[in-house]
C-alpha cells in the first residue's frame, strides 16, 4: 500500500475532517445563512394545551410597525394546504387501519397543545414580528387537558371522530401460542415499566429560510434536517402542491438531530408556502423554549410485561401490552416506532419460542411524540432488560447467568425470532464475558462491602442488549405499512485530476461522515483522504435518498457508497486494458493502481481519470467517457448490533443521590471503519441514556404545561456525571452488506437506560427497594428508601 | 428583548438619580439574572443604569466583619485572601455559584437585591446577621428579605456594600437543584460567641428563613448529632417536580449535620 494509506483506510481512527471548520467557527448553519430582503416570522402558540379557538383578533397587530402579514388557520384552509404525514402507518389488530387526524400547520379552530401554532406573524425584523403577536386578541374556550396515559382513552375527543382517543391498536405475535406457555409455565414473573418522556434538546434549534425565485418560479428552503430529500417530497407533494422539481431543500450543517430533525414540522412549511404568498424570504429560528415545547419528544410508554419461564429456568414466554404516547398529532414516524421498531426487539438476545405483544397509540393534549435516538428499541430493551433481571431475581440465579442460560447459541444463526425479525450473526457469550472481565465482576460484592463501611449503597448492573438498525429493506418495510423506500443512494463522481466527490443521500448532524464515508474511498482507490470531498444535504446536488436515523448511514449508504466505488474501478478496470493494450480480465486493481497481472505495466488512478475526461486513446466502442457511478442499494436485512454493557453505581442514602462509578461496554458493531468516530458515538449514545436513566424528565402537569421547559427545571446529563467510560468491541462481520457494518449510533442509548436501572436497584436491595421508575432522580431514590423501610417496619 | 434605554452611571448618587427620572428602571450589575430576563420579554425597563463604573467593587476588613462592595463579582470573592482567611465559607459559597461565566460576571448586590429563593448569598447574609447598606442607609439582615425575590430596598435605592460579621466558625453546604444548580437546600451555619445562627435558602415557600429549630439544638450541643431526623418540618416548605416539602426536609436537616461536620 502507498504510504498513508493504512493511516486513511478501513479500520484507521482518522481525525475527524470536519472538525476543522466547526472548530474555528467557520460551520454554516441555517441560522448563519441570510437572504436579501428577508422577513422574520414568529409563531404565537397556545398557551392552553385544549381549547376551541372562537376568535382571532388581529386588526392591531397587523398596523404594528414593520409587519407586513399575519396568517393563521383560516388562510391555511382557504390556500387548501396539507400538514404533516405519517410514513409509515401499520395495520390495527382488527385489520382496520389507523385513524390519521388531520395537522393543520397553523390551528384551524382548535388547539391540542400547549405550543400549538395559532398564527405567524411576518414583520421586518424578529422584535417586531414578537411585539406584534402580543397585540394579537385570541379568545379561547377551554376544555380539561387530557395528559395522562393511562385514562386518556375515557376522556373526550381529542380529534373529532377518534375513538378512545386511540390511534391504532397494533399486534403481533402468536397470542394462543403464548398463552400456553403461560399455562405452563413454572415461574411467571410480572413487571410494570414506566419508560419516561424525554426532550430531544439538540444543541442547534430547528431553523429554516425560505426563498421564492419569481423569475424561474423555484422555492429554496434552508433547514435543519437529518433527511432533505424526505423533506423535499413532503412539503412538495403532501403539504404545499409544489412540483417537486421546483422546491430545493438544502440542509447545510446542522447540530444534532437525534431523531427530531427527521420530521417536517409545520414551521418549515410555512415559511415555504409565505415566501411564495409575500414574494420575501422568510426565515425562522426556534428559540431554546420553542424547541422544548415543538420538538418531537421522545419514547413515554407504560407496559405491562410478563415473562414465563420452564422449571430449567429457561424463558418460555413473553407478553407485553404497551400504552404508548403519541401526543396531540401524529408526527412521521410516530405510530412505526412503538410498533415495528418496539415490539420486533422483544425478543431480545433470548431464545423464546413465543411472544404476543399489544401496542396502543394514544393521544394525549401534549406535543407529537416520536423517535428519539434508538426509537423504539430503546423501550424494548429497557422493559426486557429489567425483566430479565427481576426474573433473574425472583428465581435465585445470578443476572449475568439467567441472561446466559437464555440467550441464543452462537450456532443458531440465522435466528429466526418469534417477532418477525430474522437475525443474521451474532455471538452473544463473549461480549458479556468480555465486559464482566472489563469491571471485574467477580470481585464486585468486595466493592460493595467497601462502599458500605463509608455508607454507601452501592450496586451493579447489565444489560445485553440486541438492536435492527441499518433501517431497512424497503421491500419489508413496504409489507408492515411503510410509505418510504428506505435503500440509500450514493454518487460517485471523479475528476478529471482524480479528485473524488462523494454525493450521499444520508446526511451528516455530527456523525463524523465526511471522514468515515472519505475512508471507504481511500480504503477502495488508495487515494489521499485530502482528495475526497463527501457532499451531502443539498438536493440539487445529490440523488434521492433517505437521510440519517436508525443507524443506517454507513450500513445502507456506505454500502451504497462502496457498490459505486465498485462500479468505477471496473469501469477503470475497461480503460486500464485498452490504454495497456490487454485483456480487462488481465487487470487487477490495487493500491491505486491498475496493472497487467504478472507485468510492471500499469496505469495509476489518476492517469484513468483524466482518460476518462480527455478520451483521446479511449475504448469508445465500449464505453461512454466520464468517470461518475452511481449506485442505489436497498438491504436485504435489517443489521443486529448487539453488546453487553455493565454499570456500577454508588448511592449516598442520606440524600439519594446515584454517582456512576464504573461503565463498561463491550458491543459488536461488526466492522469497524473508524473506531474513535465509533467509540465517540457510544459515549454520547451512553450519555443520552443515562441522561434519561437519572435526570431527565419531560413534565406535563395537569393543565397541560410543559413544567420542564427549560435547562432550570430539565436536567441534562453533563461531563461531571461520568466515570471514564471504558468501550471495547468484538466482531461478526454483518453478512448481507460489502462492508460487514452494522451500525453504532444508538446502541449506547439503548443499551444503556436498563444497565443503570439495574445498578441502582441493585445498589437498594439490601434496603428491601425491589423497583424504581426512570428517572432515578435523589428525590425518587430517597423516597423509594423510605417507602421501603416504613414496608419492612409494618 | 424590548428596546431600552442604556446610561453607564458614574457613581452612586448619579445612579440613584438617573433612577429616581426613570419611569421604570432597573439598575444592571452582572445582568446574570437580568438581562436572560429581558431577553425573555419577562421585563421591559424604559432604562438600564449599568453599575459598573461605580467604584463599588472591593473588599475590606472592618474589624469584627468584612466589607464586600456590591459589584465584587463572585469569582473576587472566591478567590479574596481576605475573606479565604476570615470567612472560608464565603469564598466557598462564591466559588459554587453558577459556572464560571457566571461567576466571572455575577455579584453579590446583584443576588442580594434579586432575593431569589434558591440563591446562595441571602443565606450567607442572614445567618451571618449581616448588613446591607445602600445610598441611604444600612438594613440589617433580618428586616432586608421581604419574600421571594422580594426585599425591603426601594424602587432607587442602590445597594453599596455589605457587611457580614465574622463568626467563630461557619460552613455553606448546597444540594444542588440537579437541572439549574442552584441551591435545591443551601444551608448556612455560623457559630458566633453568643450563640449559633442557621439561615436555610432553596426550600422556603418565602424565600431564605432561620431555622430556629436547629439552632436551638446547636445551641445546645454543637455537633452533627444534635439534629435528629423529623428536626425540620417540612411546613411552609416548598414543592415541586425536583423535590418535595418532605424530601426537601429532610435535606435541610442532612445539609444542616455535614455544616456542623465541616466547621470542624
Ligand atoms: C447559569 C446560572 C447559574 C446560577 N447559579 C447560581 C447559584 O448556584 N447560586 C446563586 O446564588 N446564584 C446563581 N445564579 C445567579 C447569579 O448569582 C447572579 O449573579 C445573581 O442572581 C444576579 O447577580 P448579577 O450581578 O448578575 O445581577 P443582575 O442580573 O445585573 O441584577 C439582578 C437584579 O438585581 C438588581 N440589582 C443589581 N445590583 C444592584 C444593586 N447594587 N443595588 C440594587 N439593585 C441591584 C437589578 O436591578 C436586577 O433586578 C446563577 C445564574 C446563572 C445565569
Known sequence: MPEGTVKQGIGASVRRKEDKRFLIGKGNYTDDINRAGQLHVYFLRSPVAFADIVSIDKQKAEKASGVVAILTGEDVAADNLGGPICGWVPTNKDGSAPSEPPHPILANGRVRYVGDHVAAVFAETLEQAMSAAELIDVTYSEMPAITDLKTAMDKPQIHDGMENNTYFDWELGDEAATNDAFDKAATIVKVDIRNNRVIPNAMEPRAAVADYDTGDERYTLFTTSQNPQLTRLVIGAFMLNIPESKLRVVAPDVGGGFGSKIYVYPEEAVCVWASKKLRRAVKWTADRTQAFLGDAHGRDHISDVKLALDKNNRITGLRVDTLANLGAYLSAFAMVTPTYLHGTLLSGVYDIPAIYTNVKGICTNTVNVDAYRGAGRPEATYLLERTMDVAAKQVGMDPAEFRRLNFIPKDAFPYQTAVALQYDVGDYEPLLDRAMAMIDYKNFENRRAKSAKNGKCRGIGMSTYIEACGIAPSAVVGALGGRVGLYESAVVRVDPTGTISVLTGTHSHGQGHDTTFAQLVCDKLGVDIEAVEIVHGDSDRTAFGMGTYGSRSLAVGGTAISKALDKVIAKGKIIAAHMLEAADADIEFKDGKFTVTGTDREKSFGEIALSAYVPHNFPHDRLEPGLEETSFYDPLNFTYPSGTHIAEVEIDPATGVVELMDWVCCDDFGNLINPMVVEGQVHGGIAQGVGQALYEEAAYNDNGQLLSASYMDYCMPRADHFPSLKVENLVTACTHNDLGVKGCGEAGAIASPPAVINAVVDALSPLGVTDITMPATPQKVWQAIQSAQTKAAE | ?264
Do not use: W
Not at chain 2, 429581558?38 to 463604573?53: E, G, Y
Not at chain 2, 440563591?119 to 419574600?147: K, M, N, W
Not at chain 2, 424565600?207 to 430556629?212: C, K, L, Q
Open chain 2, 1 to 264: 428583548m424590548y428596546s431600552t434605554k442604556y446610561v453607564k452611571a458614574k457613581d452612586i448618587d448619579d445612579a440613584a438619580t438617573i433612577m429616581a427620572s426613570a419611569e421604570d428602571g432597573k439598575f444592571l450589575a452582572g445582568g446574570m439574572t437580568l438581562i436572560p430576563t429581558l431577553k425573555q420579554r419577562l421585563a421591559n425597563p424604559d432604562c438600564l443604569v449599568d453599575l459598573s463604573a461605580c467604584g463599588l467593587s472591593a473588599i475590606a476588613d472592618d474589624g469584627s466583619a468584612i466589607r464586600v462592595g456590591a459589584m465584587t463579582r463572585h469569582v473576587e470573592v472566591a478567590e479574596s485572601a481576605l475573606v479565604q482567611k476570615t470567612i472560608p465559607a464565603v469564598a466557598d459559597l462564591a466559588g459554587h455559584i453558577g459556572d464560571r461565566q457566571v461567576r466571572n460576571c455575577g455579584t453579590i448586590g446583584g443576588s442580594l437585591a434579586n432575593n431569589d429563593p434558591a440563591a446562595c448569598y441571602p443565606a450567607a447574609l442572614l445567618a451571618l446577621g449581616g448588613t446591607v447598606h445602600t445610598q441611604s442607609r444600612s438594613i440589617a439582615a433580618e428586616d432586608y428579605f421581604d419574600g421571594m425575590f422580594e426585599t425591603t430596598l426601594e424602587e432607587d435605592e442602590v445597594i453599596r456594600e455589605v457587611s457580614l460579621p465574622k463568626p467563630e466558625k461557619a460552613a455553606y453546604v448546597k444540594f444542588p437543584n440537579p437541572a439549574s444548580r442552584y441551591a435545591m437546600v443551601g444551608v448556612f451555619v455560623a457559630k458566633f460567641a453568643d450563640g449559633v445562627r442557621v439561615a436555610v435558602t432553596g426550600a422556603g415557600e418565602d424565600g431564605v428563613f432561620r431555622a430556629s429549630d436547629l439552632e436551638a439544638a446547636l445551641d445546645a450541643n454543637f455537633s452533627a448529632d444534635a439534629i435528629a431526623d423529623g428536626t425540620v418540618s417540612a411546613d411552609g416548605l416548598m414543592s415541586d417536580i425536583h423535590a418535595s416539602a418532605e424530601y426537601r426536609a429532610h435535606l435541610i436537616g442532612e445539609m444542616t449535620r455535614r455544616a456542623v461536620t465541616a466547621c470542624g
